[in-house]
């Protein structure tokens, strides 16, 4: 790595991350920026709310309490800090800061980026022809649109890149891509082209591999056993050529570890179509990137390749969508998933469970996460969690009083845990796209007050059909039974696939995606005609009701799998405890698969 190179750390991948992350990152030495990552889809409507019921909130308060103890430190290191902890009220959020700053004797120079926010513009945009159609269903928006609670655009780095020629302390956004506010610091210091597609995407491979915190640095890592210590962990830092080259580390004496293997599983995160991982700034090409491990905790990434972005925003929208409930009982052994299946059933038929829109049923302790690919046959004591959705809120609340009224008219050992359940609003997730040309980011800065309107992300004509020959499969259907699936994996020949794998899985919308890396290439050459799109639909058939997609990545010798339709619906719409997939990942890595290795 050449000597003189921008450094970008992470201090935060969510809304309620570590908090100490922040402090952590600029103790350990200089970096030039540092960006925080706040929002969600199901974020953005409780901020909305939030701004509804107090015109003064609507952002992400904690990074104004994070933000008191190191900004004296920050400003005297010349460390920027970028942060969508804006939400849905970015200007807000930006006075809190310097009133904040105030009582401890300091002004820093505070940027904001707004213009996301579409809310108010919604009915008049769809009026004049914006369609926003749903991009996961093809959904029409006509009855949905007065349910919406929130809606905002996904900027990228191009309304960054003018705020950051203001030289701010601190830059508050709105709705901008975790990865565009990496890539921006990239573009200022460099002065990279807006149709240098390679080095942008170099920008938005350094963002996707920070955006997630320490996810990238040992956390959420599936051979944990190596990491040396979970204590302070270490945030990812990217060091950053002018060529596009980078680096990924972390400050040393700190926590976690920095490898090929973590920054594989992080890349495969989310991923998507590895070809083309879609941002408003440019497509990036997963499918080129190399990694070479280059010291302790520090791995070199290069290679990346992109295109010309689309002509769109992507808008995440929010709206009101019934309501749901779950219902937790403990039932005891002996027998104790007989006896819960027994209570399910006879519970069930008491609230007829046909009349609601949809209900769930888990059993923890046994199979909740997931389902028969469990291989247990019975627990000391199982948690029963009994879920519905329906419109009708009150319907919902008789369904909870039944629960207790049951315990003694049932099987035996029965005990309710946490008392009656509430009903609780369903926000449903509504994705779509609207043409750049329509909407214009705005940069204010904070201490003249002075706004204005920018250019925003740089118009394309990417087409996904343009890239499908990557090696790709689909499987529809399952073609074998739960029970033939459960014969083969108790196989004593077979191996586990843990043994040759690593993973990792999260979500997009009501699409699980599962990232499997083998742990060396003749493992990746040998699994090519068993770890198939079939296969996994067949062992994730009672879950995933939409087909499996596989895509091959020779180049991290890892597979890529989509499962559609596999997440109740996905965020708070769903019953299931793990609404984003997130133990997905170990469920495969627990199976044993035919290997002739």
């Known amino acids: 790595m050449k000597s003189n190179v921008l450094k970008i750390g992470n201090a935060g991948g969510y809304w309620g991350d570590d908090h100490l992350a922040l402090k952590r990152q600029i103790e350990g030495g200089h970096l030039d920026y540092i960006t925080i990552d706040f929002l969600a889809e199901v974020t953005m409507s409780i901020m909305q709310k939030q701004r509804a019921t107090d015109p003064s909130l609507g952002y992400a308060r904690d990074f104004v309490t994070v933000l008191k103890g190191v900004l004296q430190q920050a ?240 808008v995440s929208m929010a709206f009101e969508n019934g309501f749901k409930i779950v219902c937790p009982l403990v039932i005891s052994g002996p027998n104790a998933r007989a006896k819960a299946e027994k209570f399910a059933e006879i519970f069930w038929d008491r609230v007829d469970a046909s009349t609601f829109d949809a209900t769930h049923t888990e059993y923890f302790g046994w199979n909740a996460c997931h389902g028969t690919i469990s291989h247990q046959d019975d627990a000391s004591e199982i948690l029963l969690q009994l879920g519905a959705r329906d419109q009708d809120k009150e319907k919902l609340a008789r369904m909870a009083r039944v629960v207790p009224a049951m315990i003694l008219s049932g099987p035996p050992g ?78 004593p020949q077979n191996k586990r696939l843990y043994d040759l794998c690593l993973a990792r899985s999260g979500d997009k919308g009501d699409t699980a995606n599962i990232g499997v890396l083998a742990r060396n290439r003749e493992i990746f050459d040998r699994l090519d005609k068993v770890l198939t799109a079939q296969y996994v639909k067949n062992l994730f058939q009672e879950i995933c009701l939409g087909r499996v997609v596989r895509y091959k990545l020779d180049n991290m010798m890892g597979y890529n799998f989509l499962l559609e339709e596999s997440l109740g619906g996905g965020g708070t719409v769903t019953l299931r405890t793990d609404a984003q997939g997130k133990t997905l990942a170990q469920a495969l890595l627990n199976q044993r698969i035919p290997y002739d290795g």
């Open 75 to 314: 400003m005297k290191q010349k460390t920027c800090i970028i942060s969508n902890a804006g939400g849905v009220n970015p200007r807000a959020c930006a006075e809190a800061i310097q009133k904040m700053a105030e009582s401890i004797g300091l002004q820093p120079k505070i940027v904001v980026v707004d213009g996301d926010d579409i809310l108010p513009r919604l009915k008049d945009l769809h009026k004049s022809g914006v369609k926003f159609a749903n991009m996961e269903t093809g959904g029409d928006f006509a009855p949905v649109i007065d349910r919406i609670v929130a809606a905002n655009a996904y900027f990228g780095a191009a309304p960054v890149v003018e705020a950051l020629k203001l030289e701010p302390d601190i830059i508050v956004t709105g709705r901008v891509t975790d990865t565009g506010i990496t890539l921006a610091p990239m573009i200022h210091r460099y002065g990279w082209k807006w149709d240098d597609w390679d080095k942008l995407s170099a920008g938005i491979v350094a963002g996707h591999l920070l955006e997630c915190g320490s996810q990238a640095t040992g956390g959420n890592f599936s051979d944990w056993q190596k990491v040396k210590s979970f204590k302070n962990m270490g945030y990812p830092i990217v060091e950053v050529s002018e060529d596009g080259e980078l680096c990924l580390t972390k400050h040393p004496d700190t926590g976690g570890l920095v490898s090929q293997d973590t920054v594989r599983e992080q890349l495969f995160y989310e991923m998507g179509n590895p070809k083309a991982y879609l941002t408003p700034d440019v497509v990036a090409d997963f499918s080129t990137i190399q990694l070479v491990d280059v010291g302790k905790d520090r791995v070199r990434v290069f290679g990346v390749k992109g295109y010309e972005p689309t002509p769109f925003y992507k």
């Open 414 to 491: 029965v005990t309710v845990y946490g008392g009656v359940a509430k009903p609780a609003t369903v926000i449903g997730y509504w994705p779509a796209l609207i043409a750049k040309s329509l909407l214009k980011p705005t940069v204010t800065n904070m201490q003249t007050g002075k706004s204005m309107e920018v250019e925003g992300c740089r118009e394309g004509n990417f087409k996904v059909e343009s890239v499908s020959h990557l090696n790709v499969e689909f499987a529809n259907e399952p073609s074998m039974s739960m029970k033939q699936v459960a014969k083969d994996a108790i196989s």
